[in-house]
């Protein structure tokens, strides 16, 4: 059976080793976390989890039982039609070309954040195959560290 991407999202009240169940559930089946990002939910007492993750369409059904019976769960989605984004900073030696790694932020919805004595860091949002394509065209400029997001995802 083929393996596909697929984003989850699990609302989840918001609470002391709700994180660790969701990540034993995984770890104990031996399925992968690919992203991972947790958040609040404004005005509740509420978590939303985003998880990225690949399996047959057997296995992804099977999570998404397994996580329905998690205690803490309130809903779990799995996400057909979505928007995606993610982030990444990046830091480059003020040695390289400020112009150019600026028009490369440009075209990858990103900017220059702090421009330092030694180092330049630049952000940049977008989908998640976009930031590996910018991640792909900066190596170029000879990247110091690359720090990334997890994915977050909402239904069209």
Known sequence: MAEER???SV???NEASV???ISGLFSGRGYNIDSLTVAPIPESKYSRVTIVTEG???VIEQITKQLHKLIPVLKVYEHE???EKEMALVKFPTSECLADIS???AAYNGKIVNVGE???IVNVADEPHRVDNFLKAIKRFHPKEIVRSGVVAMEM
């Open 81 to 83: 039609n979505l928007v």
């Open 19 to 21: 994180l660790s169940r």
């Open 56 to 58: 047959s369409v057997r």
């Open 11 to 13: 609302i989840v009240v």
């Open 6 to 8: 697929r984003v989850i």
């Open 103 to 105: 028009a490369l932020c």
């Open 118 to 120: 030694d180092v330049i």
